[in-house]
């Protein structure tokens, strides 16, 4: 297996990269590969620097990256030679297995929906956030900001994605699917929550549990929680505020450590024909270690077979 990563993507670009990636060789199995993307003598001389062979690594030599600030589509068009393009271009090219960056997020969804594409009859691909549960279980929800705005049908499709990542990511046996709205009952919401629902209420597709509150998110009312990714991103991003808070206040509390983002590394794109994992832009060196060994988790379950399969 060989897996890809950005190293001149993220905020501490390269070095935090180049750390994880020093974690992760000491976790991962001897034949998963890490190729790394970005300036390959830098990162030669980092590692013998920290007295690590450098051939323990694969890499593909670019100078170029796409800043935070460009504008993604332009971006990937003007600079194909910039490590996140190449690292498509290796995806697509069946050279990689898998490809994690933290880098532009615009950049990534332009990769994953112009170069590898997405799965026929996914109508959007998507993003999930980790959620943990005051039980001490995880739970997901999606999306987090891929789709700001949702058709009915687009929501349902959510549904079918989360429960495939959740049973085979994280393995809960049959999730329980709730869709995020202002009230249990279906005639709840706004227009478009009520036709989510209809569509939803008989599925046999997943286990839908109905209509879930805003107080229900930690509950283990649902494994998988369904929203336009407008919402799911502002809950997301408070989630991760929160946690920031207690910790600057020195509050010790195992239910809250869990939401340190650096666990989880990164989360995937769930309805596109490659392994794909976007990162926090600024991830830390346990954060890419994570992200790694979540991208062979991925490949190994073999999301994107078992997504295709049910769309098929």
């Known amino acids: 297996m060989k897996i890809g990563l950005d190293i001149l993507g993220g905020d501490f670009a390269p070095k935090n990269c180049l750390d994880g990636a020093i974690l992760a060789l000491k976790e991962l199995p001897a034949d998963v590969k890490i190729v790394l993307f970005g300036d390959s003598v830098k990162a030669k001389e980092y590692f013998t620097q920290q007295k690590i062979d450098p051939d323990k690594f694969e890499y593909v030599h670019t100078t ?28 697509k090219e069946n050279l990689l297995d898998g490809f ?100 939803m209420k008989d599925t046999k597709d997943f286990n839908f549990v109905g209509n879930i509150e805003g107080n229900d998110i930690f509950s283990d009312k649902a494994d998988v929680i369904v929203c336009e990714g407008f919402v799911g991103n502002a809950i997301l991003k408070n989630s991760e505020h929160f946690y920031d808070m207690v910790k600057t206040r020195k509050l010790k509390d195992e239910f809250f450590d869990k939401f340190n983002y650096e666990l989880y590394g990164g989360t995937p794109i769930l309805g596109i024909n490659s392994t794909v994992l976007i990162s926090h832009g600024k991830s830390s060196a346990l954060a890419f270690k994570n992200v790694l060994t979540l991208t062979m988790d991925v490949v190994n379950a073999k999301l994107t077979d078992k997504i295709n399969e049910v769309f098929q």
């Not at 990256?65 to 995806?91: D, R």
């Not at 999306?143 to 499709?157: E, F, I, R, S, T």
């Open 64 to 91: 170029e990256v796409i800043e935070m600030g460009e504008h993604p589509t332009k971006a990937f068009s003007q600079k194909p030679n910039s490590s996140i393009c190449l690292g498509f271009k290796h995806l």
């Open 100 to 199: 994690a960056s933290a880098g532009n997020t615009g950049a990534m969804l332009v990769g994953a929906m112009f170069t590898v594409k997405a799965i026929p009859g996914v109508i959007r691909p998507c993003i999930t956030g980790v959620l943990p549960k005051e039980s001490g279980g995880y739970g997901i929800i999606l999306d987090v900001g891929m789709n700001a705005d949702c058709k009915p049908d687009v929501l349902y499709q959510f549904g079918v994605l989360g429960a495939i990542c959740a049973k085979e990511i994280y393995k809960i046996n049959n999730p329980k699917v709730g869709l995020l709205n202002l009230g249990e009952e279906p005639e709840k919401g706004n227009l478009v929550s009520q036709a989510a629902h209809n569509l």
